[in-house]
């Protein structure tokens, strides 16, 4: 299941997603999510769909390669699909036992919910599988640059959130190389009822956080050493500059947000007439 997990990798490839500036993945990957929360109908996640689709496919990405990812969530998606699907109220049940009722507005909020997770985990994994840390960096700084007005530490949070990110592959595969040397001296970790599973934990969980804190500690030193004093005066050996793809990849985002408001406020007069 470690080896499921996508969230912080890099995929090398040559596409044009891949070439978009930081910003503009940054940008679109906010107002995605937003969408996914605006939407509450079949045509909106339609549209969702659409826009999603097109973005894998021109970023080259095995599409495979993306829905690995959500196997490592399928207990968190299983749990609110089941919450929304039994504790959602409404006037048409479907089904009853007990305090537990099952309703049409349960089951539509159920679907509508298990897909915005979805389609959350894949659109935030297409910016993280395109785009390096350090790019990612850049360009995080650079979209908050604003904010160092009122003295708001810009770049310091870029950076705690790029080393947080480069730190998840790495700290993955200490977990493997850990479970693997526990099981080598008798632990198990798939056996047995939740207590005893939560107990073999702990032999992982404590030489994952020695080491964990390790790098940490010579992460720290190696920049001490290397008179890192922030992003005051810095410059950067590749600066950020817009190209003619990055304002174009604007323009597609300013049209999927125009989508989004028009059929806000015309949508139920559609529906009122269908």
């Known amino acids: 299941m470690l080896r499921e997990i996508t969230l ?3 995929y090398p490839a040559d596409s044009p997603i891949h070439k978009l500036d930081p910003r503009v993945k940054l940008m679109g990957t906010f107002v995605y999510i937003i969408s996914l929360f605006l939407f509450r109908d079949v045509v909106g996640f339609a549209v969702a769909t659409v826009f999603l689709v097109s973005v894998v496919r021109l970023s080259k990405v095995p599409f495979s390669y993306m829905v690995k990812g959500l196997k490592s969530v399928l207990a968190l998606m299983a749990v609110t699909a089941l919450f929304n699907l039994f504790l959602t109220p409404g006037e048409h049940v479907l089904a009853a036992y ?8 349960g089951v539509k909020n159920a679907v509508f919910m298990l897909v915005r997770l979805i389609y959350l985990i ?5 910016m993280t599988l395109t785009t390096t840390p350090n790019q ?22 870029a950076m705690i959130m790029s080393i947080a990110l480069r730190f998840i592959p790495i700290l993955i595969e200490e977990t493997d190389i850990i479970m693997k040397a526990q099981m080598a001296r008798g632990a198990d970790f798939e056996n047995g009822n939740l207590i005893k599973r939560v107990k073999a934990m702990v032999p992982l969980l404590v030489p994952l956080f020695v080491s ?20 005051v005066g810095r410059t950067k050996m590749k600066p950020l500059k817009y190209k003619k793809e990055d304002y174009q990849g604007y323009l597609v985002m300013a049209g999927y947000l125009g989508i989004i408001v028009l059929w806000g406020w015309f949508g139920p007069l559609v529906k009122v007439f269908i």
Do not use: N, W
Request: hydrophobic residues 45%; contains cysteine; aromatic residues 6%.
């Open 98 to 105: 007990g305090i537990l009722r099952i309703t049409s507005e």
């Open 136 to 157: 990612l960096t850049d360009g995080l700084e650079k979209a908050l640059m604003p904010l160092s007005k009122v003295k708001v530490p810009v770049h310091s949070i």
């Open 122 to 126: 894949v659109g935030t994994s297409v």
């Open 212 to 231: 964990a804190f390790r790098r940490a500690d010579d992460l720290a030193m190696a920049m001490e050493a290397r008179c890192y004093m922030g992003g």
């Open 8 to 10: 912080g990798q890099y």
